[in-house]
């Protein structure tokens, strides 16, 4: 089991050649993430999900839902490695949250591709642009350009968060 899809796919592919079943997941979290995770884990090991993880899901939907007014609509920029990026993305989308820049230095084509059609399948994402290998001197020429409410990402951005006055999560 992988929490990075792309930061992992070599060693995936070594494991599936020794007749090992793989399952990755890009950084699973949110209502949808951990869904998917806890599908598959229940999956895998043939046992059913624990009734109180079943309870832990309905409050986290409901914080979702007590948080709405303070996240609806805002704008984020995010950055990091690419199922990070990915991650993140989903569940600001759940929140009803705008990515509206996601860069991956590291990030390819393929990861571009379902990055792109991600956000094309959810009301929240239209706006976003996904820039693959490009570094954090082109996402402060994009913030300039299209400020942002937020900036997620890892502590590198502390300079993009003075420069361009984005708070910087």
Not at 28 to 49: A, N, Q, W, Y
Request: charged content about 20%.
């Amino acid at each position: 089991i992988s929490m990075q899809e792309y930061c992992t796919e070599k060693t995936l592919a070594y494991i599936k050649g020794w007749g090992q079943e793989t399952v990755a997941f890009n950084h699973p979290v949110g209502v949808g993430g951990t869904d998917k995770f806890l599908m598959e884990l229940s999956r895998i090991s043939g046992k059913p999900i624990p009734a109180e993880l079943t309870k832990e899901r309905g409050r986290l939907v409901d914080a979702i839902a007590d948080s709405n007014s303070h996240i609806h609509g805002k704008k984020f920029a995010i950055y990091g490695d690419p199922d990070l990026c990915m991650g993140v993305a989903g569940f600001l989308m759940e929140l009803g949250a705008e990515p509206v820049h996601i860069l991956a230095t590291n990030g390819g084509k393929a990861w571009q591709a379902k990055m792109e059609a991600i956000l094309a399948a959810n009301p929240f994402g239209k706006n976003c642009h996904v820039y693959a290998g490009k570094d954090l001197w082109h996402m402060r020429s994009l913030l300039f350009t299209e400020p942002v409410d937020f900036l997620i990402g890892n502590t590198y951005g502390k300079y993009l968060e003075r420069d361009t006055g984005t708070p910087l999560i």
